[in-house]
């Protein structure tokens, strides 16, 4: 069955940087497209940025445009998402997904917190 761990949170302040990490298991990583996805209080859970299997396309939600960089290491089935330049509104849980379009494929895995605050 396939599932994600979701690591790398951390509380920091404004004007920091964090890189998630997503270490995917039970399924061919490499011929999924990948995003990552957060959720704050309150409110509905959000596409952050998304990968295609080759690694070749990519988008960005338009606030993690200039800000945000999402990878992967097929070798190591693995996601990342570098965060920089932090803001207060990116607080949220942070959570990956393989996606066929805009549905996502897997049961969603317990995420990673993001607290940015001075």
């Known amino acids: 069955q396939a599932r994600f761990v979701e690591s790398g949170g951390d509380t920091v302040q404004p004007g920091g940087s964090l890189r998630l990490s997503c270490v995917a298991s039970?399924?061919?990583?490499?011929?999924?497209?990948m995003a990552w996805y957060r959720q704050s209080p309150g409110k509905e859970r959000e596409l952050v940025a998304q990968?295609?299997?080759?690694?070749?396309?990519?988008n960005y939600a338009d606030f993690a445009k200039g800000r945000f960089t999402i990878s992967r290491a097929d070798t190591q089935n693995t996601l990342y998402l570098q965060m920089n330049s932090l803001k207060p509104e990116d607080t949220a849980i942070y959570y990956c997904n393989a996606v066929a379009g805009t549905q996502t494929i897997v049961s969603w895995g317990q995420g990673t917190q993001v607290t940015v605050s001075s």
């Open positions: 990968i295609s299997n080759s690694g070749d396309d990519i």
């Open positions: 039970g399924m061919i990583f490499r011929i999924y497209s």
